[in-house]
């Protein structure tokens, strides 16, 4: 099982950055296709940004531009790098896992049901 625990959320004013982490109880780069989700109150949960073995990255629409994706294998620790936040950035953001099967293009990890393991969330608030 793979334990995931997120770090880095507080509050911000809007066009401020945060840099969320997320710790992995394991060696994650080679099995396991390592994502951002997010839940805004009231809302259902969405992928933000996600990465694959080999570095094949895939962002949401309302991510891309502002909010990078990495990883640093050497710590077993993600990071979301967000730029320029909103306050429609405002969720729990969560960071999750998925167990890779080869493919062209990361985007199908975006989906909540790839999801296999789900790290406990970490607050973002963006005011305006």
């Known amino acids: 099982q793979v334990q995931l625990v997120e770090s880095g959320g507080g509050s911000v004013q809007s066009g401020g950055s945060l840099r969320l982490s997320c710790a992995a109880s394991?060696?994650?780069?080679?099995?396991?296709?390592m994502s951002w989700f997010r839940q805004p109150p009231g809302k259902e949960r969405e992928g933000v940004a996600v990465i694959c073995p080999g570095g094949i990255s895939s962002y949401a629409d309302s991510a891309k531009g502002r909010f990078t994706i990495s990883q640093d294998n050497a710590k077993n620790t993600l990071y979301l790098q967000m730029n320029s936040l909103k306050s429609e950035d405002t969720a729990m953001y969560f960071c999750?896992?998925?167990?890779?099967?080869?493919?062209?293009?990361?985007?199908?990890?975006?989906?909540?049901?790839?999801?296999?393991?789900w790290g406990q969330g970490t607050q973002v608030t963006v005011s305006s």
């Open positions: 999750a896992a998925a167990q890779w099967i080869p493919y062209p293009t990361a985007d199908l990890y975006l989906r909540a049901v790839t999801v296999r393991y």
């Open positions: 394991e060696y994650t780069y080679s099995r396991w296709c």
